[in-house]
Each structure stands twice: as structure tokens, then as C-alpha cells.
């Protein structure tokens, strides 16, 4: 092999991980690697933020379920990214960090930015090593890679000492381990029908990582054949077709109540791929964790998460895709078993969908039922937290795969910085981000990443002047006492026409149509500001309400 420094080394090896794309905000501790991605086919998005860039990274890992990399510097950098890992590991996103890191000399001397990152990361990373000597470098990265995507998919953070990186190695490539996966066989798929065959009330729930168009296909086909009900978790609408008959809303933050009964009444619940936390029960409330009182049939990738909170009955170390597949071959039983409960709950989703009329002149309501009926099926909507995505996840209808990014972890400033990604790695696709005022400004400075790489993302910004999620909470256990929620904010469009994008005001609903095809035409990264009115605090209270109800207790 010809002698090359690590930097070089690290890179060849991304390139033969099959990495198109990486996110960066460069720092000193990391040059070599700079140096190795010159030249080297490998586009390097340079971001504004390490959480903008970590978040870019976990979104694109969440669309290609391959791992979404980030290289971030020592310190502050690290620190920054933070975030971003953290929702990898929630929304169990394959990922590596790549991070900068003193040199090996000056270890445990509290040198100039130094960080010990097992300890920093070790809680929310799958796995965090430091990377000592430069021919162990394949080594560590090959392990890197199949650690993000084995089992459960998630986080990865290498430390990268910057007299290793820039040392110079002879050592050989390592050729990428083969991925394994648990099996999904045809007796396991018997075994869930057998449980489904012997039940009155079932209620299918998809979610967590590893799905694709065809796994969504595969379990409409399924379903659909069966009238069985099916749920997805929160943030993973887009995993079963909104419009199908089967679909029966979305176990989230501000959940259905009648979904949320559902679950608590069902006979037999099939998880396929997700985790049942506490957003999905209810705060562990809606399914006792003593007395379930159903049958549990728990397929997921990681052998030891079913049964870690509620016993499963029947435990499948498998990914959802591969049972999906193999339960789409399973024989249908008699026809029309479940109508009546299917029927029944896909009523009450479209009862939950009826628009609540909500104050002032600007309706997130109408904005959201605009999108859902007039935006392309395979368009891409990102969000972060806030009270504003309450509208988007309980009036959008998603219809196909990979078309929802939105954090688990309840990140705010998430949705832009995965706008950005999406659109990168779909340029032909429409991508809207949907953000409240507070959600956007913790993000807002990638317009000029997203400007400067020609990410033309639309980004829908629901200005209400506070803190809306918090606000609420507020009002709820100390009325009328406002401390810390309000915002001075600025204005939305001048300032993406500052960053050289597209921006408009709308004050009244009415506009809204236009507005947004302007923005598609501009051909640019564009900020449509909603001025709503400071009564408009959830889907179902106004401000001046849920005060009132506060009061009352």
C-alpha cells in the first residue's frame, strides 16, 4: 500500500462504505480529513452549526438507512452536536460522528478543548471510541459502520486525535463487514396470526427504523386484505397510507383519545418495529406495565428491547420489514372478522381529522388541509417541536414512505436542518419544513448552507410571538403567570432575503395559496411567515382556555 496519512485513510474507507455526502463545520483538530475529502468524490456540505450539521446527517441517515455522517472539532464542536445524536439515538437513526480531538500527547492535561467522549457520549451512543493508532484506523471505522446498523440502529461517535489523523500509515483497507440481520421466518409470521386468528379486538402498531416503500406496501396489502387496524407511532405517519380504510391514526403527543382507548381496550397488539415508550402508551398509562390485560406480539431488531417494559407473549428478534414481508404471505382469515372494529376506529380518525376552528385571520388548520390536499404524494415534511406540529400531525395526510421527518426526541430546530438534507438528497422533490418561531431561530442560520449548496426547501414558519408548547404547559399549572415564553422575533422574510432567498408575509389565509406557489417559483430557499393570532395556542384550546382551566384546578 502506498503511504498515506490518516486523513486519506479515513476517507478511502468512507468511500468504499458507500458515503456520498458528509456534514462538516471544519475545525483545526480535523485538517487530515479535510485534506482527505479533496478530491475525493465525496460532497462536503459545510453547515453553519454542529447541530445543524449533526441533524443533517441524522435525517439523511433516517431517508437512506445507511448511516448519515457529521464531522464536527473538539470542545465546543462536540458539545454542539450533541443534539444531533441524541435524536439518532431516540429515532434510532443510523449515524457516525466523526469528532477532532487534542493531540494523544497532551490526554487528562485539561488541554485546550479537550473532552473525554466516553464519558461525554457514552449514554446516548451506541458505541464512542478514540482512535490511537493511525493503522487501526479501518479497524475502527469498519466497526463504526456495522455498529450504526446492526440491531437497533443508531449513533457512533469516533474521536480523532489530530497526530493520529496526520500521521503517516502503510496499513491496507478493510473491506466493509457484510450486514446481518435476525431472520423473519414463516413460523413467526404463523405465530402472530395464530394470536391475531384467536382475537376480537386487534390493533396493529408500526414504527421505529428500517422501513421502505415496500414494507409500507407489504403491510397495507396486509392489513387491508384482513380489515385489520393498523396505528403507526409518534412522527412515523408516513408508514402506512393515510387514506387507506386500515389507517387509524397516529399513537403521538396529543394522541386521539379515541385511538388512545383503542389501544387500551385491544385483545392482541402486534408492534412491528418500534419501542413501546411512553408517548405511545400514554405515559405507560393506557397499557398497564403489572396487568397488560392483552396478547403482546413484539417484533423488533434488538433481541433484548421486547419484554424490557412490557412482557411479550410472543418475542421476535427481527427486522419489520423482513416480518412484514413474510405476514403479507400468511392466509387471510374469514372475511369481514374485524370489519366492525376496523370500521369503527378509521371513523373515529376521520372525526379527529374534522377541522377545530382555530382564532384570527390565519388558520393552521386551513394551511395544513391546503398542503395535505394540493402538495405533490411524495413530498417531503420535515418539522421540530413545538405546539405548531400538533396541526400538521393531526391534519396531514401522508401517503407514501419516507415523506415525514420529524424527531422523536421532541428536538426543536430540527426540521430545517433535515429540510436541507431531504432536499439534497431528493433535489427533485418538494420539500416543505413547517416551524414555529422559537423552532426556526435555533436553526435559521443554515439558510446561508442551504443557499449556498442550492437546497430551494420551503420553510412555513407559524409566528406567534412565544414559546408555544411551553406557554400552554405554563397556563396549565401556574395561569397568567408568563415567565420566560414570550419572543421578540424578527422579521422572517426580510430575513431569508437578507440570506439571499425568497420571503413573504401572510396575514390572512387567503393569501396562503399564492404565497406558496411564489415561493416554488422562485427557485430559492423561501420563508413564508404566518402571522397568527396570540389567542391560536394548540388544535383544541385557545390560550384564553386553557388559562381558564388552569384557573379552575
Not at 414494507?215 to 405517519?237: G, S
Not at 398542503?371 to 421540530?384: C, E, F, Y
Request: charged share 20%; with cysteine.
Amino acid at each position: 500500500m502506498a503511504k498515506r496519512h490518516g486523513g486519506k485513510i479515513l476517507v478511502d474507507h468512507l468511500v468504499a462504505h458507500g458515503v456520498e455526502r458528509v456534514f462538516s463545520v471544519p475545525g483545526e483538530s480535523f485538517l487530515a480529513a479535510l485534506d482527505g475529502l479533496h478530491g475525493s468524490g465525496i460532497t462536503n456540505v459545510v453547515c453553519r452549526h454542529e447541530g445543524g450539521a449533526a441533524m443533517m446527517a441524522e435525517a439523511t441517515g433516517k431517508m437512506t438507512g445507511k448511516p448519515g455522517v457529521a464531522f464536527v472539532t473538539r470542545g465546543p464542536g462536540a458539545s454542539n452536536a450533541a443534539a444531533g445524536v441524541h435524536v439518532a439515538a431516540q429515532d434510532s437513526t443510523p449515524m457516525v460522528l466523526f469528532v477532532g480531538q487534542i493531540a494523544r500527547g497532551h490526554r487528562d492535561r485539561e488541554a485546550f478543548q479537550e473532552v473525554n467522549y466516553r464519558a461525554f457520549f457514552g449514554s446516548v451512543a451506541k458505541w464512542v471510541a478514540e482512535v490511537d493508532d493511525t493503522a487501526r484506523l479501518p479497524e475502527f471505522i469498519n466497526r463504526a459502520f456495522h455498529l450504526a446498523t446492526s440491531g437497533r440502529p443508531g449513533p457512533v461517535v469516533l474521536a480523532l486525535p489530530e497526530d493520529m489523523l496526520s500521521a503517516i500509515c502503510d496499513c491496507p483497507d478493510l473491506s466493509p463487514t457484510a450486514q446481518s440481520f435476525s431472520a423473519a421466518t414463516p413460523q413467526g409470521a404463523d405465530a402472530i396470526m395464530a394470536a391475531l386468528d384467536a382475537s376480537s379486538r386487534p390493533l396493529i402498531v408500526a414504527g421505529g427504523s428500517g422501513w421502505s416503500q415496500q414494507a409500507a406496501d407489504d403491510l397495507q396489502t396486509f392489513a387491508e386484505a384482513r380489515d385489520l387496524p393498523v396505528a403507526v407511532t409518534f412522527r412515523r405517519q408516513d408508514y402506512f397510507d393515510n387514506t387507506s380504510q386500515s389507517y387509524v391514526g397516529d399513537l403521538g403527543v396529543g394522541m386521539n383519545p379515541k385511538l388512545g382507548q383503542r389501544l387500551r381496550d385491544t385483545d392482541c397488539l402486534v408492534v412491528l418495529g418500534s419501542r413501546l415508550g411512553d408517548i405511545a402508551t400514554g405515559g405507560f398509562e393506557l397499557i398497564d406495565v403489572v396487568n397488560p390485560n392483552k396478547v403482546i406480539c413484539h417484533v423488533h431488531p434488538d433481541p433484548d428491547l421486547p419484554g424490557s417494559i412490557y412482557r411479550a407473549d410472543l418475542a421476535i428478534p427481527a427486522r419489520a420489514d423482513d416480518m412484514v414481508a413474510q405476514l403479507r404471505r400468511t392466509n387471510a382469515p374469514e372475511v369481514g372478522k374485524w370489519s366492525n372494529w376496523t370500521a369503527q376506529a378509521r371513523s373515529e380518525y376521520e372525526g379527529w381529522q374534522e377541522p377545530l376552528e382555530t382564532p384570527g385571520d390565519v388558520k393552521m388548520e386551513a394551511i395544513v388541509g391546503w398542503l395535505s390536499d394540493n402538495l405533490p404524494q411524495d413530498a417531503i415534511v420535515t418539522n421540530g417541536a413545538g405546539n405548531y406540529a400538533a396541526w400538521l400531525h393531526r391534519y396531514y395526510r401522508f401517503k407514501r414512505y419516507g415523506t415525514q421527518l420529524a424527531p422523536t426526541s421532541g428536538s426543536m430546530g430540527y426540521g430545517f436542518p433535515a429540510a436541507i438534507a431531504a432536499k439534497l438528497q431528493n433535489p427533485e422533490k418538494t420539500v416543505v419544513c413547517m416551524a414555529g418561531d422559537g423552532c426556526f431561530q435555533m436553526t435559521v442560520n443554515e439558510m446561508s448552507t442551504a443557499k449556498q449548496h442550492g437546497a430551494n426547501v420551503i420553510v412555513i414558519v407559524a409566528n406567534n410571538g412565544r414559546y408555544g408548547t411551553i406557554r400552554m404547559h405554563q397556563e396549565r399549572h401556574y395561569p397568567a403567570r408568563v415567565s420566560g415564553t414570550d419572543l421578540a422575533n424578527p422579521d422572517f422574510a426580510a430575513l431569508a432575503r437578507a440570506y439571499g432567498g425568497h420571503g413573504e408575509v401572510v396575514k390572512d389565509g387567503a393569501d396562503f395559496a399564492d404565497a406558496f406557489n411564489r415561493a416554488v417559483s422562485a427557485n430559492l430557499p423561501a420563508v413564508i411567515e404566518l402571522r397568527l393570532d396570540t389567542e391560536a395556542l394548540s388544535t383544541a384550546n385557545t390560550l384564553s382556555q386553557i388559562r381558564a382551566l388552569g384557573q379552575q384546578n
